[in-house]
């Protein structure tokens, strides 16, 4: 009995973490990076995650010079 609830209680956090994925807005996400990115950064890769109703963004971006790359930082911070 305990062994079942405990997969009960297991594929409930599985659906709520789906509901949370699909509640995260990447349209916003997407607008955002787009108005923040200097002309000389490229956003190469972007891989989410989520975990305990947090959602984690991992981004790589290239840039010309190192000052580039900061100056898109700073305005992602602001």
């Known amino acids: 009995m305990a062994l079942r609830r405990a997969v009960v209680v297991n594929q409930a956090q599985e ?16 607008n955002l990076i787009e108005s923040t990115m200097p002309p000389d950064v490229m956003l190469t890769a972007v891989r989410p995650s989520f975990k305990d ?16 790359i900061d100056e898109f930082m700073e305005k992602l911070e602001a």
Do not use: C, K, Y
Not at 15 to 30: H, K
Not at 53 to 68: A, C, K, Q, S, Y
């Open 15 to 30: 659906a709520n973490s789906l509901i949370d994925q699909r509640t995260f807005s990447w349209t916003e996400f997407f």
């Open 53 to 68: 109703g947090i959602t984690h963004v991992n981004m790589f971006v290239l840039g010309r010079r190192p000052e580039d």
